[in-house]
Structure formats: structure tokens, C-alpha cells
């Protein structure tokens, strides 16, 4: 941040360093082997006094000077020249930290320039012992130049002691100095066999080029041997974190570790295989493909060895993008832009947001990627993000949970301009197209259904147990939540002393007209068997329930439930309705006579927000549904960073229960020991992505709550001064509650997730309460102590012992009526009115019962024949 920028675009993101880099260091290790080389051969040439093979060793040094000296000599050139414009910072750093080693690498390079010059020109103009002096002499230069740029260049990669102490020794001799030279040495060796394949197989003698040929072959054979050792050793130097890196942390590097290896191998074999004696033209052939698997074998080692640095240039001292740690917290909290030094904007405003961005993708970004260019190409791995919140979303989840990217530098404002230019500038996204768009109300007919409390005997009360059922309908590819309605009801028989009726009756459901029948939207009848591995006719739910049917007895609740229902938010015509008004009948058991009717919600939607960040569209009508390219992407993501095949499986027909892996209370399903629950493992991982977000925004990212959007989950009164984050904290606290419960149970992935979690509204994570999802939830007596008013809007922190007490299951003081009998559902308490839908829908039964919509007791006179003068059901229950 403190230099200009090169903007390369095309040919950016580190492409020049690579391919200068590449191509400099295997011919720099061929100078270092290929003296060894020519002297040994001269030697062989004078005692077998052989004239013809000393002719060869002649002609080769030509080769050698040529492509070392003048051609190496420019790639250095070109090495240095690249990385000071591309990346000054870190070779400032550099030649500052080692001034004495690269002077000391400058003499000894000068003195290889020297001698080699000397060693060629010399040939038969100086006694036999002094040239092959001269040639040892080139030699030692050489390997002491390998020696010197080895410290220099592992120590980038593993500082060791120097990060504490600042030594020039600690710098140099680090952990993988030792280990790297002896590596180095190794395939310098190789390299003069692969390179004497060149010039060998130009010889017009067949029987000399054959002899020099298989020669060459146990030049590039032999030294695999000190070239594996180093290998391993190198490998057992790596500190954790640079090793994790390489075998797994980033699916990029372990693709080129499986090219590492196989071109290893091949390049041994094809040094093997040039033994044998073939057509001249053949072994030209040959001789330069060896050079091409050298190249490519030295390439990916080099590839690898520079990614295992990841997100650093140098490691835990200066990230990629030439930002140093220290100055990390500093620039996020002052600002990147007023930081920079060659910055042309110090503030953002909305004129100049895209131009910014632009100045700061340059800074922070290019470094790495470059604009449809063919190194690490910025477009496609950010065309997903067809939005400016889910880009933001990504680069605010940098250097958190996958450590090959380094985290972003700056603050919110900055954040959202770099997001805003990936988006609108390079990706070219229509802001109009991508605009979050609000669903207009619809006030959908619904006749409330009669009662008289002169002439009726009974009230039935009837509720969805959760207020929303969401259904993921991703089943082709994976599946979070099927459709399975859970549908109660209390049968009251009015009077002095009002009674809960459980026997001789019968309690029926009925589907609203259109949702008979499973809809073309709806796959999940398709893919049962091998989610859940249950087949399933179509419409039939998980408990063997259809949209029409009985209830049956709980006697532990003293209510009537419908579990499992396979409800689902679209109409036999394709139109979509997260609120069907299902029809509840109590009959007598002998007679079938009606004895109470009444109505009631079951809200399901597939109003979930994945495409926020793993891209795609709505499935259905533009607004809602999970579209294939968005399940998808889901898995891909998923793959890439836990090393699974999941997307591949679903390709090929075996779609994924998540919480076939990952325990779930709500499904019943324990998943594998070692890993996290399923509410756990999502809730802590997208917290990493959506920190600092003001209210519920990060709530209605995924879930069906956008105030603009088609479900509106949160349809409650108190939605009117309360959002998600007073019950259930904010995303970062929301998500640390979970983490810390399975952290105590052992779970070693939970470190990792709250590893960069800060707390938003409790002072510390020790002051958080771990909870089991789904059993340990927050209470509405949190704040509604004693039953009185809320002195208090915050209900987060602290909860439920168990699955007894919670609000859905959980009974009056009497052990009579359940709490949501008279309240109705979690999260569309009475009154509830906010509903896209209808304003009445959420309502009926107080409607019906008591011509208002407020919570069933408002008027005793529902249930009760004579006014009651004691609160049995609870506390203050009269004060309704």
C-alpha cells in the first residue's frame, strides 16, 4: 500500500512472476548441476582419452554458456525486474532483511560468470588439471549462489525464530534450509542428464551419442535418490499450517500436488526409457520433451512451494497483497484508501463508489488475480456473485475459515465500493436485475368460520406447532428439510368448568382446494427413497400422512396432531401460497356429527436465500424455490472446502440428507460423532461471512423473514419493535451459543468457526450460554417475567432446560391447554397481522371466537360459561 500499482489486467495476477520465475529456475539449477557435469565428463574423456567425447563436452559447454549465461542471465534480469514492479514491497523487504546474502550471492555469481567464461574459452589452451580447476571452480560458485537465494527464498516460506527475534541467521537458516538445498542439489543433478539429452542426441555417431545418451540417463536418474530425500524431509520441516495448505486447505494446491507426483514419476521413467537404443530422430524428440516434463515437473514444486505460503509473501509477516499484519487493525479501523500512500481517493461517496473500488481491487486483489487473464482470472470466480451484498458477503469472509486468501484490508464502507466494482464494473451485472424486490401484499379471500356462544358447545383451537415449516427443494441435490407439517388441536368442551375432550371424537384435516396433489415444483417424492431412504408414493409425508386426513391422540400433550403433513407452498396451477388455510373438523366417534369447525394456517416456504452468495435465481415465478444452479454450487463449495465428491454424487444421481452427517434434533438423526450439528456447522460458518450487520439483515439473508420478500416469516405483533436478533442474538452471538455447546462436547471443528467471532451484544464468549438447537431456545417468560409486561427486549442468552419446556410443547399451570392453543405459533403469536397473504390469515380463531385478534382469553366467555374469578391457566392470564 505503499507504492503504485503496475495494472496489468490480462496478464496480471502474478502471470509475469510465474512465467519468468518457472523458466529462470530451471535453468539456474541446470548452471548449478551442469558444472559438476562438464568436469566430470571432461575427466572421463581424459582418461579413457576418448577425443570424440571430449569434442561433446566442448560443444555442450557452448550450450551450457549459452543457456545459462545468456539466457539465464536475462530471466534473472527479468526475475528481478517483475517482482520489484509487481511487488516492491516484499523485495524491499527482502534486501533489506538480507543486504549481506544477496551481496554476498552478487560475488560469487560474478565469479561463476568469470569462470565459466574462462572454463569455455580455455578448452585445449590450458594444461588439463587447471581447466578442470577452473570447471570446479565454476561449480562451487554456482552451488554456493544455490546456497545463498535457498536461505532467502524458504525463509518467505518458513521465517522460524527470525518473526521473534529479527536475526539475520534465524532468517537464513530456517526450517527448511537444510531440507530445500538438499532437494535443490538433487534436481540439479537431474537437470544436467535432461539437458544433455539435448545436445546428445544431435550427435551424428550413432555409438558415441548412444554412450553419451545412457550416460545422461544415469545423470537423471541417479540423483532422484537425494532429490526424494530432500522431498521428505522438506515435507516434515513444513510447519503445520503450510503443510495443511498443500494436502488439503486449498483444492488448487492439492490438484498440483497430484501433478507433482505423477510428473515425478514420468520424468524418471522417461530418463529410463532413453536408455534404450532408438532412431536418432526419435531421441530429438524425446530429448526435448524431457525438458517440457522438467519444466512442468519444476513448475508445479515451485507452484506449490510459493502457494504453501498462502495468504502470504511472507509468511505471518506481509500478506500477498503486500499488507503487513501489524498495520492490519489499524487500516480497517482508519480506512485502506487514506492509508495508501498512492491512492487517489481518500473518501468514498456515492459518485465515486465504483472508482474506488476499482482503486482498491488493484491494491488488494491484483496481486493474485488478474481480468480474464490466464492466471487466477478474477471473472469466473466471482460471477456468481450476481449481487453487491453477496460479494461483500465473500470478501467479508476472507482469511477466516480457508487461509489462502488473504483477509480484506479496510473498513465497511470500502468493503462494499470493492464489492460494488467486482459486481457492476467487471462482471458487468445489471443493478436493476439484481435489485431485491419487493412482493406485493394480497389481501387472498377467507371467510372466517361461525360461532354463536349462546347455541355452540364446543371450541376447537387449532395451530401449526412452528408458525413456518421451511422446505429446501434442492432434492435433486441435497436436502435440509422435507415437506412435514406439524399440524394440533384442542377440542374444548364449553362450560363452568370448561373440559379438553380426547375421547369419542374425531379430529380430521383438509387441504384448502388446490392442494391436493404434489405440484410439478415439487421434487421430493422423486428423491425420498435415496435421501431419506424411504419410497414414498407421491403426497404421502414421512408419518404416512397426506394433505387430507385424521389426527391422532397425543395423550402426553392432551391434544390432537397431524405430524408430518407433506404440506407444501405451491397450488396444483403452479402459483405459489406459503399460507394454505387448512380446515379442522371435530366430529363425535359414533354419530359424525360436526361438533366444532374451524381454521388455520400451516405456513410452509421455500423462501430460502442461497442464492445470495452461491448464485443462481429464484426456482419459481422469480421468487422463491432453490434453483439447480444454486443447489449446485452449494455442494461444489462444499466440496472445495472439506475434500468431499458431493456434487459429483448428486450429478450422478445420489442427492445428500445434510443431516445424514451432521446431527439434527428436529430430524432425530445423530450424524457422524466427530462433526458438528447440522444448526452448528451452518449457523458458524456463514457467521464468518456476515459479521457487523445491522438488525435482522443477517437473519433474512437466508431465512424467510425479508420484509419485502413473499413468506414474511416473522409475522407477529412483536415484529412491529422487535426483530430476531432480541430473541435470538445476532449472527455472531446466535452462532458462538451453538459453537460453545459443541466445543464442550469435544467437537474439534468448532475452534476453527469461532476462532474469528467477536461478540456483539455479551461482553465475552465466556459470558455465552451453549444450547442444544431445537431444545434449548430462548422463552418468552425471558422477558414476559411472572407473565407480566416485558420490562425487557432481550430474551437471547438465556434458555430452555429441555424440549418439555419449550413455548410449542409446553402446557398452562393447569396441564390442560397448550400454550399455543391460546397464543397460536412461535413467531406469529396473537395478534399477528403481518402477513403478505391476508391480514385475517394468521388471526381466525380469535376472530372467530372473539371478533378480535387477540391472544384466546381476551373474552374467558370463549371457553367459559361463568366468568372465572381465578387464574388457572396462569398468572395475569385474566389482565388479557
Partial sequence: MNYPVWELTTYGGGFLIALMAVVHVLVSHFAVGGGAFLVLLEKKAYRENDRDLYAYVKTHSKFFLLVTMVFGGLTGVGIWWTIALLNPAATSKLIHIFVFGWAAEWVFFIAEIVSLFIYFYT??????????????????????SLFLINGIIDFMLTPGEWLNNSNFWSGFFNPTFWPSLVFRTGI???????????????ITKGDLRQKIIRTCSIWAMAPF??????LFWYKAALPEAQLSMILGSSPELGQYMQLHSLLLAVLFLAALFMIIRLPQGLQKVLSFAIVFIALNYFGSFEFLREGARRPFIIVDHMYSNQMYLDDQNRVNKEGYLKSARWSSIKKITDQNMIEAGHELFNFQCSACHSVNGPLNNILPRTAKYQSVFGMDAKLNGLGKLNMYMPPFAGNVLERKALASYIVYN??????????????????????????DKDKDQYVLLAWNNLGMHCISDSDPFWLILPPANDIYAQLILRGDSPEIITEGVELEYTAPEGFETPQKQVRFWEFADKLLG??????VGLSGLKVNGKMKLEEDHNAFAAKYVPVVPYKNDGSFNPYPVFTITARNTESGEVLASTKTVVPTSTEMGCRNCHGGDWRVQGITGISDETSLDVLRMHDKNTGTDLADKAKAGEPMLCQACHADPVLGTKGHADLLNFSAAMHGWHANFLTDRKGMRACVTCHPSRPGGTTQCFRSHHSEFLDCTNCHGTMEDHALSLLKKEKAAGKKGADRLM????????????????????????????????????????????????AENLFRLRHDEMGALMCEACHSSTHAVYPATNNKYGSKRDSIQPLQYQGNDRPIGNDCMVCHTVQPEDEGHHPNSLRL
Fill in 225 to 230: 535418490v537425494l532429490m526424494l530425500a530432500g
Fill in 755 to 802: 476462532k474469528n467471532l467477536k461478540t456483539r451484544n455479551i461482553d465475552s464468549v465466556a459470558d455465552i450460554n451453549g444450547r442444544t438447537p431445537w431444545l434449548n431456545e430462548p422463552d418468552c417468560l425471558n422477558c414476559h417475567v411472572d407473565y407480566e409486561m416485558a420490562d425487557t427486549d432481550d430474551a437471547y442468552n438465556t434458555w430452555t432446560d429441555g
Fill in 188 to 202: 540439479s543433478l537431474v537437470l544436467c542428464g535432461v539437458f544433455g539429452f539435448v545436445t546428445a542426441s544431435f
Fill in 426 to 451: 467487471l462482471n458487468g451485472v445489471d443493478s436493476e436485475h439484481i435489485a431485491e424486490k419487493d412482493v406485493p401484499s394480497t389481501e387472498q379471500g377467507l371467510t372466517i368460520p361461525p360461532f
Fill in 123 to 144: 578448452f585445449g589452451r590450458m594444461q588439463r588439471k587447471s581447466h578442470m580447476i577452473i570447471g570446479w571452480l565454476y561449480f562451487i560458485c554456482a552451488w554456493m
Fill in 534 to 539: 424411504v419410497k414414498l408414493e407421491p403426497g
